[in-house]
């Protein structure tokens, strides 16, 4: 149930998706054609990951 998880706060698309789990957020887009799922991004909730 990848639709489970929220919309990203980091994109506005449907197809991707954050995954909050013990402080982290994996972010991953869904490919509903392929049915794979990509993870593409894991930061700290914390964190601002755009921050150099």
């Known amino acids: 149930m990848p639709y489970a998880n929220r919309k990203s706060i980091f994109f506005d698309r449907e197809d991707i998706r954050d995954l909050v789990f013990k402080g982290y957020i994996i972010v991953y887009k869904i490919d509903d054609e392929k049915k794979i ?11 601002d990951p755009f921050l150099m």
Do not use: L
């Open 37 to 47: 799922i990509d993870i593409f991004g894991f930061t700290k909730y914390e964190n």
